[in-house]
């Protein structure tokens, strides 16, 4: 079966700007995790949508947002982008609760410059 | 709250000599523990998980992992490492929320080197 499918793979973007990542799950999952991945942090939560509801959330600023559509498809927000955005941005889908673990895309690669 | 430890950022290793990746947990309660490998600019790929069954799990690519609740370790094991080995490997821990439902606690990685 198709895994998790994250679009765009790489994205330039400027200081100020906004942009929006995408992430399709596999088939039948209908949570989404979203995760920062930077070599000084490490990997980071930054929320979770199940059944187009945010369950979890991380401790992100308010400019980090997200949504999922009635298909699971979802997607996150960067709003008034900074330097310190620049990371690979992962997204994990799973069955009802996670207990049995995440399957991962392979991530969208965000440069901020 | 769960915390996970991987004793070591760096691990080098020959070719056909066994590899060890450490990882200690800390938790309330028995745990969820799982092991991802990430090769560079890829996602993370599931190595193997122990949800409170068989304390010795095996994984994909020859890997395993036991769970010892007395050290509060899993540890990950191959007898023999290979060159396509070398990644990044990311001790897990599952945290319970308020909500029902687990979100992971991250280890900070282990870079394995695997020399010719």
């Known amino acids: 079966k198709a895994g998790v499918t994250q679009t765009p793979r790489y994205l330039i973007k400027t200081r100020g700007q906004q942009v929006t990542l995408s992430c399709s799950p596999i088939s039948g999952h209908r949570s989404v995790s979203w995760y920062q991945q930077t070599p000084g942090q490490g990997l980071q939560f930054l929320f979770e949508y199940f059944s187009e509801t945010q369950r979890n959330k991380g401790n992100f600023p308010g400019r980090f947002s997200g949504r999922q559509f009635s298909n699971s498809r979802s997607e996150m927000n960067v709003s008034t982008l900074e330097l310190g955005d620049s990371a690979l941005y992962l997204c994990?889908?799973?069955?009802?609760?996670?207990?049995?673990?995440?399957?991962f895309g392979s991530g969208t690669r965000l440069t901020v410059v | 709250a769960q915390s996970v430890t991987q004793l070591d950022s760096h691990v080098s290793v020959s070719e056909g000599t066994p590899v060890l990746l450490r990882c200690n947990y800390s938790s309330s309660y028995s745990p969820s523990l799982f092991w991802y490998v990430q090769h560079p600019n890829k996602g993370l790929q599931l190595l193997l998980k122990?949800?409170?069954?068989?304390?010795l799990v095996k994984g994909i690519n020859g890997f395993e992992a036991e769970f010892k609740k007395s050290e509060t370790s899993f540890h990950l094991t191959k007898p023999s490492a290979h060159m396509s080995d070398a990644a990044e490997y990311f001790c897990v821990v599952s945290d319970g929320t308020a909500s029902g439902t687990y979100k992971y606690i991250f280890g900070t990685g282990t870079r394995l080197k695997v020399l010719a």
């Open positions: 122990y949800t409170s069954a068989a304390t």
């Open positions: 994990a889908s799973s069955g009802l609760t996670g207990y049995d673990g995440y399957t």
